[in-house]
Nanobody
Framework: QVRLVESGGGLVQAGDSLRLSCAAS????????MGWFRQAPGKERELVAS????????YYNDSVKDRFTISRNLAGNAVYLQMNSQDVADTAVYYC????????????WGQGTQVTVSA
C-alpha cells in the first residue's frame, strides 16, 4: 500500500519562498513518476512539476518555470518542491501524486497541503 504525506504548506508573502515535502511509503520499483499538482478555488487541478523516477527527468508548468524546483531523495523516498518568488496566483492546495507502473495517469494521491500567498 503506497501512501503519500505532504508537509510544508503555509502562509507567505509575495516574493517569499516555501518548500513542500512529500514522504512516500511503499515500494519504489513500481514507481514511474512523482508529481506536484495544485488546485486553486474555482479552478481545475493542474500539474505543476514532475520527475521521472528512473532517470530524474523533470517537467515544469510554464507558469512556474525558473521559480519552482522539483527534486527527490532516493534514499529517503521523498520528493520536494522548492517554490521561490511566489506570487498570489500560486495560492492553492498542493498535492503530491505518484504514477505507478501500468497506470496511464497519476493514481496515488496525498491529502494535500494549503499554500497561501498574500500580496
Amino acid at each position: 500500500q503506497v501512501r503519500l504525506v505532504e508537509s510544508g504548506g503555509g502562509l507567505v508573502q509575495a516574493g517569499d519562498s516555501l518548500r513542500l515535502s512529500c514522504a512516500a511509503s511503499g515500494r519504489t520499483f513500481s514507481r514511474v513518476a512523482m508529481g506536484w499538482f495544485r488546485q486553486a478555488p474555482g479552478k481545475e487541478r493542474e500539474l505543476v512539476a514532475s520527475i521521472r523516477w528512473s532517470n530524474g527527468d523533470k517537467y515544469y508548468n510554464d507558469s512556474v518555470k525558473d521559480r519552482f524546483t522539483i527534486s527527490r531523495n532516493l534514499a529517503g523516498n521523498a520528493v520536494y518542491l522548492q517554490m521561490n518568488s511566489q506570487d498570489v496566483a500560486d495560492t492553492a492546495v498542493y498535492y503530491c501524486a505518484e504514477q505507478r507502473v501500468g497506470a496511464s495517469r497519476y493514481d496515488v494521491w496525498g491529502q494535500g497541503t494549503q499554500v497561501t500567498v498574500s500580496a
